[in-house]
């Protein structure tokens, strides 16, 4: 079946504007995860949602970081007045309790703020 | 912050010859995770040891877990030039609830 999509594959934009970011997860995965990824670096966690519990944000760097999902499908992470240091790869990964130990990656979305 | 610290933090081999990556971590653990990345996208996950294992086998694939040392490495046996990829050690923190904290990678060259 189909993986994780992630849209757009990249984007630019200009410092200060906005940005939303899309992943569609596996079908029937409850769980979902946003991580972001430096260059050549680890990917940090950023928040997490499982089915409809609160979501875990306790991995969000600022407030300008915020993320939605709707029911169990398509989740939107929203970054608000970008800086250049929010340039990296942005991964979403999905998971089917109670294998909740494996996540499913989709390939990405490469954010660069200018 | 992340917990893993992968060693070394790059690797370059000829094709034929193993390679072995190591992972320490700082806390306690549910399971230790290996995921390899391609050119800076997704992840794909590669196996799964669980804190009462010590070692476990997939095809090429050997890890090994210490949990007195805090530790866990990954053997790539009769490596090929398409095993060329990053490769990242993830724990499942008993005390992180729910997400993975990932090490810093190694970043591993076959070279045909």
């Known amino acids: 079946g189909a993986g994780v999509s992630q849209s757009p594959s990249n984007k630019v934009t200009e410092k200060g504007k906005d940005v939303e970011l899309r992943c569609d997860p596996i079908?029937?995965?409850?769980?979902l995860y946003w991580y972001r990824q430096r260059l050549g670096q680890g990917l940090e966690f950023l928040i997490y949602?499982?089915?409809?519990?609160?979501?875990?944000k306790s991995g969000l760097p600022s407030d300008r970081f915020s993320a939605e999902r709707t029911g169990e499908s398509v989740s939107t992470l929203t970054i608000q007045r970008t800086q250049q240091e929010d340039s990296a790869v942005y991964l979403c990964a999905s998971s089917l309790p109670p294998r909740i130990e494996t996540q499913y990656f989709g390939p990405g979305t490469r954010l660069l703020v200018l | 912050s992340q917990q893993g610290e992968e060693d070394p933090q790059a690797l370059s081999i000829q094709e034929g010859e193993n390679a072995t990556m190591n992972c320490s971590y700082k806390t306690s653990i549910n399971n230790l995770q290996w995921y390899r990345q391609n050119s800076g996208r997704g992840l794909v996950h590669l196996i799964l040891i669980r804190s009462n294992e010590r070692e476990k086998h997939s095809g090429r694939l050997r890890v090994t877990l210490d949990t007195s040392k805090k530790s866990s490495s990954l053997l790539i046996t009769a490596s090929r030039a398409a095993d060329t990829a990053s490769y990242f050690c993830a724990t499942d923190d008993n005390n992180a609830g729910n997400m993975l904290t990932f090490g810093g990678g190694t970043r591993l060259m076959v070279k045909p």
């Open positions: 079908s029937g995965h409850t769980a």
């Open positions: 949602f499982q089915g409809n519990s609160a979501p875990d």
